[in-house]
């Protein structure tokens, strides 16, 4: 499944702050599409449905089947009972909401027909209606995905039985199996058991059955559920009841991490259960609360503007003064990686390949889902390089940026201007697409006095929209200017932080005489400093440790 760049700018075009009108759309019918997900419907064939029964994104766009299964996944990690409750007064209307349900429940009469089928011609009665019916919901996207739906078939029979409703994502296919062929094994001693072992034969298939529901959850949430499990193994004698009423979705989730929220209970569990709780509210419990450090961003889609020099300035300011920085530079060649080595700075080449994946829908989102879990835990320095920051926000605002950060509180965007025109537009753009994913990140813009000074802008109409960004939107404004030391020439392939302890003696040997050496030296540490006092407190405040304020969104 691939989306174009054309298509992907339409979606997202004129995009205001706030919630997602897809995440909203999808946290309305989430149940009834992860049924349609059990029963074989393909993302587009649910895509397809959705629109014809009226549920559709901003302005009345169709949501595509690629931010669709986005947001399914993200509406499933939120926590599903508490998102249940809360979105229960929908925005859709009540009959919308019915003919979903009934499409979602008609849509299982079509695998059957399809089962009856391969059976035996002859067997078709009971079905007939099932197909016909289908077909006039779905219009003519049966046909569109039906070899899909047919190859989906036999797995989706095994996924009704652990009710996962995200069992697409082909990186979880094998765990998905795996703990679909766990039950059996352990129902199979319950029927030769009797009296007593009634009871256990309820248990024993509950408690796999909640596993299945973690296949919502990325990869990087195992290390944060184990400890949960521990915490859980205290309501055993509660959550077995749980799975076993209706759909276990929303109910043994909210459950479950209704437990997990008390820290340090130190209670024993199970070892057949690797995953019982889902990453929602353990997540925000101790990702996005206790102890999350922040993250800045060093940014502009235009080049030449100073983005590597100003890295290369909170990159000293936090060796100087201590702290532990990681950086991560998105760059064609290695510029901060160079200077520093692979142990301080991770470099992620920006290749043909990767600019090749920017039009295909899977491979455009998975690329950025990396960064998600690195957003929540915080510490860290992106160093963009030009015409990369528009693909970061083109997936943090489909993506459910917020889940990860919340409103960006611990974020800062620091964008770097020159003088020229074509630097001051993009970078005021940046400005504002930040305000967009993040409406309560620190913006920070510098300006950069390379190419000339910004007071002769003072009557431009960047100097009116700075003055009002600075004013209602609390825009924060510093400058860095150049380093004008006869010396500065013969120290740029230098680290700044080994340049701010230099002696007099160090840049003679470098072959400049002892007064230049003086001279260049007084200059370029009252640069260093200037810069230094200006970066400080952006660096020390993301590392101050955050509190949670609030456990759950």
Not at 42 to 62: C, F, H, M, Y
Not at 169 to 185: F, I, K, M, Q, S
Not at 460 to 477: D, F, H, N, P, T
Request: proline residues 8%.
């Amino acid at each position: 499944m691939s989306i174009d760049r054309s298509e992907l700018e339409r979606l997202l075009a004129d995009r205001p702050a706030g919630n997602r009108s897809a995440m909203q759309a999808v946290r309305e019918s989430y149940a009834d599409i992860g049924l349609m997900r059990e029963r074989g419907l393909s993302w587009a064939e649910i895509s397809d449905l959705l629109a014809k029964l009226g549920v559709t994104a901003r302005d009345n766009q169709p949501i595509s089947p690629v931010t669709l299964r986005s947001a399914f996944f993200l509406v499933g990690n939120e926590g599903r009972g508490e998102a249940a409750g809360d979105h229960g007064a929908a925005a859709l209307p009540a009959e919308t909401l019915a003919a979903l349900h009934e499409a979602a429940l008609s849509a299982g009469l079509r695998d059957e027909a399809a089962d009856a089928d391969e059976h035996g011609p002859d067997e078709h009665g009971p079905d007939e209606d099932g197909p016909e019916k289908e077909d006039g919901k779905n219009g003519g996207s049966d046909s569109a995905v039906e070899p899909v739906t047919e190859a989906a078939d036999s797995d989706a029979e095994l996924l009704t039985e652990t009710t996962d409703p995200d069992g697409e994502l082909e990186g979880e296919d094998a765990r998905a199996n795996a703990v679909a062929d766990e039950p059996p094994t352990q129902e199979e001693p319950a029927p030769a058991e009797e009296g007593k072992p009634a009871p256990k034969a309820v248990e024993e298939p509950s408690q796999p059955a909640s596993p299945a529901l973690d296949l919502l959850t990325p990869a990087t949430a195992v290390a944060e559920d184990r400890p949960a499990e521990d915490e859980t193994g205290t309501g055993e004698d509660e959550t077995p009841p749980e799975p076993a009423m209706t759909r276990p979705e929303p109910q043994p989730a909210s459950h479950q991490t209704s437990t997990a929220v008390a820290p340090g209970t130190g209670s024993p569990v199970f070892p057949p259960m690797p995953a019982t709780m889902t990453q929602d509210d353990s997540t925000n419990a101790y990702w996005k609360g206790d102890r999350m450090l922040g993250t800045i961003f060093v940014l502009n889609d235009r080049g030449g503007v100073g983005k590597t020099l100003l890295s290369h300035h909170l990159m000293a300011t936090a060796m100087l003064e201590g702290l532990q920085l990681k950086v991560v530079e998105y760059e064609v060649n290695e510029r901060l990686a160079r200077l520093f080595g692979p142990d301080v700075v991770e470099h992620r080449r920006i290749t043909q390949d990767f600019m090749n994946m920017m039009g295909s829908g899977d491979g455009f989102y998975e690329f950025w889902d990396l960064i998600g879990p690195e957003l929540q835990r915080g510490g860290r320095l992106y160093d963009f390089g030009g015409n990369i920051s528009q693909w970061f926000f083109n997936w943090a605002e489909v993506s459910g940026f917020d889940y990860y950060v919340g409103e960006g509180e611990r974020l800062t965007f620091m964008v770097p201007v020159t003088v020229d025109l074509a630097s001051l537009s993009t970078g005021m753009t940046t400005l504002e697409r930040v305000a967009t994913i993040a409406p309560k990140a620190k913006r920070v813009l510098v300006e950069n006095g390379f190419s000339g000074p910004f007071s002769q802008l003072e009557d431009s109409q960047y100097a009116r929209r700075k003055a009002e960004m600075v004013e209602r939107e609390g825009l924060q404004v510093i400058s860095m200017q150049p380093c004008t030391a006869p010396a500065w020439a013969r120290l740029t392939g230098h680290r700044l932080d080994q340049v701010a302890t230099m002696t007099r003696e160090d840049l003679v040997k470098l072959g400049m005489t002892p007064p230049v050496a003086s001279r260049s030296l007084i200059i370029i540490h009252e640069w260093l400093r200037n810069m230094r006092q200006s970066l400080s407190p952006y660096l020390h405040d993301a590392f101050r440790q955050t509190p949670a304020t609030a456990k759950a969104r």
